[in-house]
C-alpha cells in the first residue's frame, strides 16, 4: 500500500492519495473471483478485479472503507488504512452450499448439493421460466432456501440463458466495376466492445454475432484533428498495408466532431426511462444503473431538468421535470425504486416521450436516456413494432439514448434496432468504471448532437481498386441512392465525438480467393467501362445535417494511391487495425487470412499512443486474456 503527499512548487498539499491493492477470493475455494465491483464509499471511485481476482485502486487520504459487490456474493465492506498491504477479501455466495436435511416418516435424509441435482428433472423446451420436477423426497423435504440451490444449479448448466444478438453477415468484397459505390451510415455505439469485455473477463468464448467491429473500433478516441472550418467535423483518411495480408491494402477513415465550451451550451431535457421489471433485480441491472444515473445527475447544470419514468407490468411517473439542481430529490426518486412484474416496454417509452414533449425545451437538448436490459415482454414487444414506434417518437426531434445492463436474458439485438431508429447511441455498462466512462467523461459529448443523419459514400477507382471490403457496419449499410435522399435516416455525431471507418482493398493485378468466379457477360464489356486515368484510390462523400435542419450538406475528399508500409502509418491506424484483426480473430472470419493475436497485440502495444483514461492498455490486457 502507497502513501503520496501532492507537492506542488513550495505549497505541501494535505491531500493524500494511498493506494490499495490486493486480490478477491471466493471463500468456500479461494479461488479468485473477476469482475467484482469495488468502490470506495461515499465517492464515485471504483474499479474491477481482473480475471486473477486482483485489483488496485487509489482512495483520498490514509483510510477509507472499500465496497465489493458482485453478483450472487454477500457485499462486503472493509475499512483500509495505510497500514495494510496487499489487501486479500473473501466473498461469500449467497447459494447455499450446505447438505440439506429432510425427513420421510422417522427417517431423517441428508441431501447432497449433487444428491439433489440428480432428483431434478427440467423441461428446457419453453422460454419460460424451466419446470422442475424432483423425487418426492426432495419435493417434499427441502429446506427453505434450497430452490436457489436449484436454481444455481440451472444457471451453472446454462440452459437458460436467453440473451439475444441478431445475426450478423460479414460484408464481402466487391468489386468496383459492378459495385462502384459503398455506402453506410456513422456509428458511434459502443455496446459491442464492453459487452465482449465482460464475457472474456468472465472467462468464457463470445458468441460471434456479439461482436460488431465497428463498435470495437469507436469503443475508443482517436486523436485526429479538429475541424478548421464550417463544417463541424473534421476528416482524414490514410492508407497502409493490410496487417493479415501484406498484398493487400487497408483505407482508414476518421471523422472528430467538433468539441463544444458546455459553460455556454443550451440546457437539457432529460427523461430516464427506467426499467424496474423483475428482471431487473440482480446486482449487475437496477443497483449498477442506479448508481450509473447518479454519475449522470452530478454532471448536469441548474439549468437542466429531469424526470423518471418507470416500467414493469404498467408505467408510471416517478418524478415530473425537476431542475437538476434539486439532486436530493432526484436521488430520493432513484432510489425508491424496486423490481418487480414483467415487462412493458413499449408503454414505458411511450410515457417518456410524452413527459419529454411537455417539458420539451426550444433549440434545448431533449433526450430519452432508456436503462434496461431490453427484455420486454408485455404489450408492445415485437422488435419490429419497437422500432416502428421509435421511429414515429424520433419524429418529434427528442433524441434517445439506450444503456444496456445485465446477463443471462440480455436482448442485445432489440435495443440495437431501437437505438438506430431513434436518432440515438446505445452503450453497454458492464460494470462502475464503465459507467463512469459512459456517464461522466462521455456524456455531455453524448447530449449534445452537432450532426444529425451523418452518411458516407465511397467511390473506389477501378483503374487501381480490383475488390474492396467494408469491415463492420453491417447493420448500417445504405443503398447508393439514400445517400442523396435528406428523408432516410442515419447516425448521429456527438460534440467532440471520433468515428472510424476501415476498408480493406485487394489492388489490381493481385490473385484473390475472394474474387468473384462469374461468367463473361453476354450483352456488354465492364472491363472498357473505365477510361478515366487518375492517382486517386478512391473518392469519399459525406453528408450531414446541422441539429436542427432537414437539408444535408455535402463535403467531398479524395485518397491518392500512396500507400505506406504498416509500421509508418499513423497510431489511430494501427490502433484500429489491431481491433480490427482481434475481431475478426473472434469471429472466426473467412477474411481474417493471416491475422493472429500476437500480431494484434503487437500492433496495439506499438499504438497504444497516450492512453490518459488507461482504455487502450485495458485492450491490450483483452487480448492477452483470450
Same mark, same amino acid.
Given at each position: 500500500m502507497t502513501t503520496i503527499a501532492l507537492i506542488c512548487g513550495f505549497t505541501v498539499n494535505l491531500r493524500t492519495?494511498?493506494?490499495?491493492?490486493?486480490?478477491?477470493?471466493?471463500?468456500?475455494?479461494?479461488?479468485?473471483?473477476?469482475?467484482?465491483?469495488?468502490?470506495?464509499?461515499?465517492?464515485?471511485?471504483?474499479?474491477?478485479?481482473?480475471?486473477?481476482?486482483?485489483?488496485?485502486?487509489?482512495?483520498?487520504?490514509?483510510?477509507?472503507? %472499500? +465496497?465489493? #459487490?458482485? /453478483?450472487?456474493?454477500?457485499?462486503? =465492506?472493509?475499512?483500509?488504512?495505510? $497500514?495494510?498491504? &496487499?489487501?486479500?477479501?473473501?466473498?461469500?455466495?449467497?447459494?447455499?452450499?450446505?447438505?440439506?436435511?429432510?425427513?420421510?416418516?422417522?427417517?431423517?435424509?441428508?441431501?447432497?448439493?449433487?444428491?439433489?441435482?440428480?432428483?431434478?428433472?427440467?423441461?428446457?423446451?419453453?422460454?419460460?421460466?424451466?419446470?422442475?420436477?424432483?423425487?418426492?423426497?426432495?419435493?417434499?423435504?427441502?429446506?427453505?432456501?434450497?430452490?436457489? %440451490? +436449484?436454481? #444455481?444449479? /440451472?444457471?451453472?448448466?446454462?440452459? =437458460?440463458?436467453?440473451?439475444?444478438? $441478431?445475426?450478423? &453477415?460479414?460484408?464481402?468484397?466487391?468489386?468496383?466495376?459492378?459495385?462502384?459505390l459503398s455506402t453506410f451510415s456513422i456509428d458511434v455505439d459502443a455496446a459491442s466492445y464492453s459487452n465482449l469485455r465482460r464475457v472474456v473477463n468472465s472467462g468464457q468464448k463470445p458468441q460471434k454475432d456479439m461482436l460488431r467491429i465497428e463498435e470495437m473500433i469507436n469503443y475508443f478516441n482517436y486523436d485526429y484533428p479538429e475541424p478548421e472550418d464550417e463544417h463541424p467535423f473534421s476528416i482524414i483518411t490514410e492508407v497502409a498495408q493490410a496487417p493479415w495480408n501484406k498484398n493487400h491494402r487497408l483505407v482508414h477513415i476518421g471523422l472528430q466532431g467538433k468539441k463544444l465550451d458546455y459553460d455556454s451550451t443550451n440546457p437539457s431535457n432529460l427523461v430516464f426511462l427506467v426499467d424496474v421489471s423483475g428482471s431487473m433485480s440482480d446486482q449487475n441491472k437496477l443497483p449498477l444503473l442506479k448508481s450509473s444515473l447518479k454519475m449522470l445527475i452530478d454532471q448536469l447544470s441548474d439549468k437542466d431538468k429531469i424526470a423518471i419514468v418507470a416500467y414493469a407490468g404498467v408505467s408510471g411517473l416517478v418524478l415530473p421535470p425537476t431542475p437538476a439542481s434539486k439532486k436530493s430529490t432526484i436521488i430520493s426518486a432513484l432510489d425508491n425504486l424496486s423490481s418487480g412484474g414483467s415487462t412493458a416496454g413499449g408503454q414505458g417509452i411511450k410515457l417518456a416521450y410524452k413527459v419529454a414533449e411537455e417539458a420539451f425545451i426550444k433549440n434545448g437538448n431533449n433526450r430519452v436516456i432508456l436503462a434496461t436490459d431490453g427484455d420486454f415482454n408485455v404489450g408492445i414487444s415485437s422488435t419490429s413494432e419497437m422500432v416502428r414506434l421509435i421511429e414515429e417518437k424520433r419524429k418529434t426531434g427528442i433524441f434517445l439514448t439506450i444503456a444496456g445492463f445485465g446477463m443471462g436474458n440480455y436482448k442485445d439485438g432489440r435495443m440495437e434496432q431501437i437505438s438506430n431508429a431513434g436518432n440515438g447511441n446505445y452503450y453497454y455498462i458492464d460494470n462502475i468504471n464503465e459507467a463512469r466512462k459512459v456517464f461522466v467523461n462521455e456524456m455531455q459529448a453524448t447530449l449534445f448532437t452537432i450532426a444529425k443523419d451523418v452518411k458516407i459514400q465511397v467511390e473506389f477507382n477501378p483503374e487501381k481498386v480490383q475488390a474492396y471490403r467494408l469491415i463492420g457496419y453491417e447493420n448500417r449499410i445504405l443503398n447508393a441512392v439514400d445517400f442523396n435522399d435528406d428523408k432516410k435516416d442515419a447516425g448521429e455525431l456527438g460534440a467532440g465525438h471520433t468515428v472510424t471507418a476501415l476498408y480493406e482493398i485487394i489492388p489490381q493485378g493481385i490473385k484473390s480467393e475472394f474474387l468473384k468466379n462469374i461468367d463473361p457477360l453476354k450483352y456488354q464489356d465492364i472491363k472498357k467501362s473505365h477510361n478515366i486515368k487518375s492517382n486517386d484510390l478512391l473518392t469519399v462523400k459525406f453528408r450531414y445535417k446541422e441539429p436542427g435542419s432537414s437539408v444535408s450538406k455535402l463535403i467531398t475528399n479524395t485518397l491518392a494511391d500512396k500507400t505506406k508500409d504498416i509500421n509508418n502509418s499513423s497510431d489511430n491506424f494501427r490502433f484500429s487495425a489491431s481491433i480490427a484483426e482481434f475481431g475478426m480473430l473472434l469471429r472466426e472470419s473467412e477474411f481474417k487470412q493471416g491475422s493472429t493475436y500476437q500480431n494484434a497485440l503487437t500492433l496495439a502495444i506499438g499504438a497504444k499512443g497516450n492512453d490518459k483514461e488507461g482504455y487502450r492498455q485495458e485492450f491490450i490486457n483483452l487480448i492477452q486474456n483470450v
Open positions: 492519495i494511498t493506494e490499495v491493492s490486493g486480490v478477491v477470493l471466493d471463500n468456500s475455494n479461494s479461488l479468485p473471483l473477476a469482475n467484482v465491483n469495488i468502490a470506495v464509499k461515499g465517492t464515485d471511485i471504483g474499479t474491477t478485479t481482473g480475471k486473477d481476482g486482483k485489483y488496485s485502486i487509489n482512495i483520498e487520504g490514509n483510510e477509507g472503507v %472499500l +465496497i465489493f #459487490n458482485l /453478483l450472487n456474493y454477500k457485499e462486503e =465492506h472493509v475499512s483500509v488504512n495505510s $497500514d495494510k498491504e &496487499n489487501l486479500v477479501v473473501k466473498m461469500k455466495s449467497t447459494i447455499p452450499q450446505l447438505v440439506d436435511l429432510a425427513t420421510e416418516g422417522d427417517k431423517e435424509f441428508a441431501f447432497s448439493e449433487e444428491a439433489i441435482v440428480e432428483n431434478i428433472q427440467y423441461d428446457m423446451s419453453q422460454t419460460a421460466p424451466a419446470k422442475v420436477t424432483m423425487s418426492s423426497k426432495v419435493r417434499n423435504h427441502l429446506l427453505s432456501g434450497a430452490h436457489r %440451490l +436449484i436454481t #444455481n444449479h /440451472l444457471l451453472q448448466s446454462n440452459p =437458460h440463458n436467453t440473451e439475444e444478438y $441478431d445475426v450478423i &453477415n460479414e460484408n464481402t468484397f466487391q468489386e468496383p466495376l459492378t459495385s462502384p
